[in-house]
């Protein structure tokens, strides 16, 4: 089936500008979550959702950074006033909720720079 | 002291030999643990889970968790070319949704 999708793949974006960032999850996933990937740095939580309840934000850098999930699927990730230490890979992932193991599924990610 | 925690490598193993990759953890809270292979310019592949101490085999991969001495182990048996990638190393805290990720080791198998 299918898997996660994300738009969209690159972006580039001049310091101070807002961007957007698309995450599709696979079909009948309810949790969702936003992690990103500095160059040469391990993965970094972001933000956690799971089905109607309240999301988990723990992970966010700084007040730029917001996300919201319509209709329990589709998700955005939206950083305001972007700085160039916001470039990275910011990667969704989503998982099917009653599995024993947690397992997350990756989409390809949405590579940001910042100029 | 990061809470998952690889060594970086590079780690050179010749083909048709045992690859060994290794992971420890900090927080004895961590419940279950995930091994994620990632291609160079793509996203990360789940390889394998295990929550259970002991091993976990799946193929040419055997997983290793040893709660005691907090570490987690990925064996690659009959390594091959394809099986070149940074492996992350993550694991979940009991009552946390989010994975801790460790910074990968990178594998690189000599034909």
């Known amino acids: 089936g299918a898997g996660v999708s994300q738009s969209p793949s690159n972006k580039v974006t001049e310091k101070g500008k807002d961007v957007e960032l698309r995450c599709d999850p696979i079909?009948?996933?309810?949790?969702l979550y936003w992690y990103r990937q500095s160059l040469g740095q391990g993965l970094e939580f972001l933000i956690y959702?799971?089905?109607?309840?309240?999301?988990?934000k723990s992970g966010l850098p700084s007040d730029r950074f917001s996300a919201e999930r319509t209709g329990g699927s589709v998700s955005t990730l939206t950083i305001q006033r972007t700085q160039q230490e916001d470039s990275a890979v910011y990667l969704c992932?989503?998982?099917?909720?009653?599995?024993?193991?947690?397992?997350?599924?990756f989409g390809p990610g949405t590579r940001l720079t910042v100029t | 002291q990061k809470e998952v925690e690889q060594n970086s490598g590079p780690l050179s193993v010749p083909e048709g030999a045992i690859a060994s990759l290794n992971c420890t953890y900090s927080?004895?809270?961590?419940?279950?643990f995930f091994w994620y292979r990632q291609y160079s310019g793509k996203s990360p592949e789940l390889i394998m889970f295990?929550?259970?101490?002991g091993d976990k085999e799946d193929g040419r991969f055997t997983a290793q968790l040893n709660k005691a001495s907090q570490y987690v182990s990925l064996l690659i048996r009959d390594s091959q070319p394809s099986d070149s990638a940074t492996y992350l190393c993550?694991?979940?805290?009991?009552?946390?949704?989010?994975?801790?990720f460790g910074t990968g080791t990178r594998l690189t198998i000599i034909p």
């Open positions: 992932a989503s998982r099917l909720s009653g599995t024993a193991g947690y397992e997350q599924y």
């Open positions: 079909s009948g996933h309810t949790a």
């Open positions: 959702f799971q089905g109607n309840s309240a999301p988990d």
């Open positions: 927080d004895r809270g961590s419940q279950s």
């Open positions: 295990i929550y259970s101490n």
């Open positions: 993550a694991g979940r805290v009991f009552g946390n949704e989010k994975l801790t």
